[in-house]
């Protein structure tokens, strides 16, 4: 159980172009949501908090203009990267919180590799 | 801020057991020691957790100080395939904050 997936695994855009990366979460639903940003040889960076039903929560310095989160359902979220640079080209993961008896645990999607061209 | 310390690399010969430690000298009591890794290109996976007691599962064993301010992730014969970076996370486990990743350690299983 507690299975998240990401789709797409790895998608090529234009500068310029928007891009939409979906995370669902398969068999449990997931009220809270997370977006994180990795870039080669680093950690993961916190990059905003989805919750069902209302705005994303950013970290500081993410831009909410440039990263829209929508986290429509709960079982699905999705991050749109709008004008995209290649500077954005990263590795985008996203994780999902399920309730458990003491508390909640976070599961991880395997990532969406982006790069701009 | 990641509120732990692991060394940024280690090397482990295959069958042999891998010691990874970390320290958290500033853990609070309500807070659990996690541990995750990542293999390259993939999502972080989940491994063990403890509070104050040793656990063990079926991937790996945690040994926590009886201070708590540090810990050791064991593998007990590990294997090509546990080359990763693996990350030592401590968390309040009923709170809303997401995880926050250090730089971990990247292991390199060695044949």
């Known amino acids: 159980g507690a299975v998240v997936s990401q789709h797409p695994s790895w998608v090529i855009c234009k500068s310029g172009t928007s891009v939409k990366i979906e995370c669902r979460s398969l068999?449990?639903?997931?009220?809270?949501m997370f977006w994180y940003r990795q870039f080669p040889k680093q950690s993961l960076m916190l990059m905003a908090t989805?919750?069902?039903?209302?705005?994303?929560?950013?970290e500081q310095g993410v831009e909410k203009d440039k990263f829209l989160i929508n986290h429509a359902s709960l079982t699905l979220s999705t991050l749109t990267v709008t004008s995209a640079h290649p500077e954005d080209s990263s590795f985008y993961i996203c994780?999902?919180?399920?309730?458990?008896?003491?508390?909640?645990?976070?599961?991880f999607g395997p990532g969406t590799r982006l790069t701009v061209t | 801020d990641a509120k732990t310390t692991q060394p940024p690399s280690m090397d482990c010969a295959e069958g042999r057991a891998a010691n990874l430690p970390c320290n958290h000298s500033?853990?609070?009591?309500?807070?659990?020691v996690y541990w995750y890794r990542q293999i390259h290109s993939q999502g972080p996976q989940y491994i063990i957790h403890?509070?104050?007691n040793n656990e063990t599962n079926e991937m790996a064993s945690l040994i926590i100080t009886e201070d708590r301010k540090s810990s050791t992730l064991i593998l007990p014969h590990a294997t090509l395939r546990d080359t990763a970076v693996y990350y030592c996370?401590?968390?309040?486990?009923?709170?809303?904050?997401?995880?926050?990743f250090g730089k971990g350690t990247r292991l390199s299983v060695i044949a």
């Open positions: 994780s999902a919180r399920r309730g458990t008896s003491g508390g909640y645990e976070q599961y």
């Open positions: 989805s919750n069902e039903g209302s705005k994303a929560t950013y």
């Open positions: 500033t853990i609070s009591g309500n807070e659990y």
């Open positions: 996370i401590v968390r309040v486990i009923s709170g809303n904050t997401p995880l926050v």
């Open positions: 068999d449990f639903q997931a009220t809270t």
């Open positions: 403890g509070l104050k």
